[in-house]
């Protein structure tokens, strides 16, 4: 028994995460997941034509208009004469031209799937993106938001060029050597900016340093500032460098793009030569990753019972995060999961005798 | 009020016609018309789309509520039957894609023409058929204007020389991608200047690849020119490698980009028919996904997939 395309449509709704390829703009990306769905929605099965009402006499009725509800109607003596002396007609259903599938064309169409996005990316990016379907998709968004996980990024750079759009593709600005440099130059330049970036963390988290509860949510991860001070690099990484090529892993907050690749730009002042970045691909967004089995390829989704999976993975993953999502203000918000009602405010036992005794 | 019946009597016309439909004056879809007209409904037995009709030939609209059944659907329609040997099943392609066709004004003697013009240069009538099935629009279509784009194609002028092809080839040509018989003189004259100019290519080497891939004649310059470019640069191809698996150019960019790139993450990318481990480009980017897959080796399309995840 395959899935109806009601029961489909109803299903989709959540979050869900998406890979998206380089030199794509944002609405054709969405362009590109909607016609899939579209597609897979309406080869399903769909609810039948509807019928119309028509008034027959009694002559021209035939044997499948005979529902129940006209044999009473015929088989009762008061109205079967009436019937017959004046001429008047029976209600019967009628096939309705109307509602045919090659008049009225698809069922589905693309107002009935209403997108919401989390944090978007470039044009020239890739990489992970979240996308959340009709209202339970922007209310998750919102909770999910606001808990400021941090996202990875994977960029690539280059030593040797310094431009003004910090890209290959910019104005050259000057062009230095890079024999210079060495791996561990790099090393103590990135650690600087991430102790940097780390303190003015920690001085605007506006708690006591020295309590348990700085300590826990230091733990977990939500020591987070309310006020916006600007893209913190919380976490840096050298992973590769080969020649004048190097690739750096960042965590951040509050970041976009372009501020990646003017870091880059400034890593490259810090080494006394000029940066360029080639690169940026975001390899995680809080809790989906570019690895996982559920993130899906924009250009090939591959079906919509995928899509309702990946919904349905993102779901039990927020519940089961030990970061705290569901707080019972939020259970309320998310639909009806595997939660147990817990919240039953427990009777007195005064309140259970009266019930029982009367 | 004296008596019931005449109150029953000003009812009577109201009830005798209780299943009465009310039909707009002026609609843009021919949903409202359906129920009344069985000419339409005849045609969605035949699994015409109608929606589609409403969205690409709206000028058409007017004239298919007017139908008759009898004097103007049912003679072309058996026209179409015994003189082009179509199917029933096949009517709905072809009335979706012109509908013009039914136009009561268009009289049949303009399609009897067009296919003794086609039998005149001696196709044959499973030829013929071909053509119409996949390409409907040319039952509509001016003679004049088919006969210039096929003298143009026999006499094909590229700048200071003129292409003579023989007469076995520009059928073939026409068989393999009919919808060049609907393109004007200098549409294909800015394609073939197009080869000779950015790509470089000599005469005799122009003629072998409108022979082998004919279709390059109607493609988008700018693509055309961006699959010549990686042609050359990423997969290392001389001009006349180029022609030789000229059907590449039929695949899009991005395909070409995600297959050569995971190819090479392999170590398998080589295309030069001396080396070891050859590959041939067109079993590469001709087929699908799982054909691809399963002539590399594997089950699967993941490893193809984690390989753009990386991109």
Redesign the interface.
């Known amino acids: 028994m395959s899935i109806t395309a009601p029961q489909a449509y109803r299903s989709l709704k959540g979050l869900f995460a998406v890979?998206k390829?380089?030199n794509q703009s944002h609405t054709s990306l969405i362009d590109q997941v909607t016609t899939q769905i579209l597609i897979g929605l309406n080869r399903l099965e769909q609810r039948p034509p509807k019928c119309m009402v028509?008034?027959?006499k009694l002559s021209n009725v035939t044997n499948e208009d005979f529902t129940w509800r006209v044999n009473q109607i015929v088989k009762d003596s008061t109205s079967s004469a009436l019937i017959s002396e004046?001429?008047?007609?029976i209600p019967t259903n009628v096939v309705?031209?109307?509602d045919?599938p090659?008049?009225?064309?698809p069922r589905y169409t693309k107002e009935d799937l209403v997108w919401y996005t989390g944090h978007a990316l470039d044009y020239e990016a890739?990489g992970v993106q979240i996308l959340g379907l009709q209202n339970d998709g922007e209310k998750m968004l919102g909770i999910v938001g606001k808990k400021k996980l941090g996202r990875t990024y994977e960029v690539k750079g280059r030593f040797g060029l310094a431009t003004t759009t910090y890209t290959q593709e910019g104005k050259v600005l000057e062009r230095t050597t890079w024999n210079h440099i060495k791996p561990q130059q790099i090393n103590k330049a990135l650690s600087l900016i991430q102790g940097a970036h780390r303190n003015a963390l920690y001085r605007a988290a506006e708690m006591d340093l020295s309590s348990n509860e700085a300590y826990t949510a230091a733990c977990k991860g939500t020591l987070k500032p309310r006020k916006f001070l600007g893209p913190l690099f919380l976490n840096i990484k050298l992973i590769e460098f080969s020649a004048p090529e190097f690739v750096i892993h960042i965590t951040c907050l509050d970041e976009s793009c372009q501020s990646l690749r003017a870091l880059v730009a400034n890593i490259g002042k810090r080494l006394y030569s000029g940066a360029v970045c080639t690169k940026v691909r975001r390899i995680s967004d809080g809790i989906f990753s570019?690895d996982d089995e559920h993130?899906l390829?924009s250009?090939?989704l591959g079906g919509v019972e995928r899509v309702i999976e990946a919904t349905r993975d993102s779901y039990s993953r927020l519940l089961n995060d030990p970061r705290d999502f569901t707080s019972k203000r939020n259970r309320k918000r998310f639909p009806a999961a595997d939660i147990p009602n817990k919240d039953r405010r427990e009777k007195s036992p005064l309140l259970i005798a009266a019930s029982e005794n009367l | 009020m004296e008596n019931f019946d005449n109150f029953d009597r000003s009812l009577e016309h109201h009830f005798n016609n209780m299943g009465e439909k009310l039909i707009p004056k002026q609609s843009q879809s021919l949903a409202y018309y359906v129920d009344i007209s069985k000419s339409l409904q005849s045609l969605i037995t035949f699994g015409v789309k109608l929606h589609k009709i409403e969205k690409t030939h709206p000028e058409t609209l007017d004239m298919l509520t007017k139908l008759r059944v009898k004097e103007d659907l049912r003679p072309k329609l058996v026209f179409l039957h015994n003189e082009l040997g179509i199917k029933p099943d096949q009517f709905a392609d072809i009335i979706t894609k012109c509908p013009q066709y039914l136009n009561p004004e268009n009289e049949i003697y303009k399609t009897e023409e067009i296919v003794e013009y086609f039998t005149s240069k001696k196709f044959t009538k499973e030829q013929i058929t071909d053509i119409v099935l996949r390409l409907p629009t040319i039952l509509c279509y001016d003679v004049i204007k088919i006969d210039a784009t096929l003298g143009f194609l026999q006499n094909f002028q590229v700048s200071t020389k003129q292409l003579r092809f023989q007469a076995d080839q520009v059928r073939e040509m026409v068989m393999r991608s009919p919808s060049l018989l609907t393109q004007s003189p200098s549409a294909l004259h800015v394609n073939g200047q197009f080869l000779e100019r950015s790509f470089g290519l000599r005469f005799d080497e122009i003629k072998r690849m409108i022979t082998t891939y004919p279709r390059i004649l109607l493609l988008n310059t700018e693509d055309l020119e961006l699959k010549y470019m990686f042609m050359i640069r990423e997969l290392d191809f001389n001009n006349d490698e180029v022609i030789k698996f000229s059907l590449i150019f039929n695949a899009s960019l991005r395909l070409m980009e995600h297959r050569h790139g995971f190819l090479k993450s392999l170590g398998r990318a080589q295309y030069k028919t001396d080396q070891v481990g050859y590959l041939s480009p067109i079993e590469m980017f001709w087929c699908n996904e799982m054909e691809f897959m399963t002539k590399l080796g594997f089950h699967n399309r993941q490893p193809l997939d984690n390989y753009i995840k990386t991109l």
């Not at chain 1, 004046?86 to 007609?89: A, H, V």
Request: hydrophobic share 40%.
């Open positions: 890979y390829l380089p028509a008034f027959k004046n001429n008047l007609s309705d031209w109307f045919h090659l008049v009225q064309g890739s570019w993130t390829l250009h090939k």
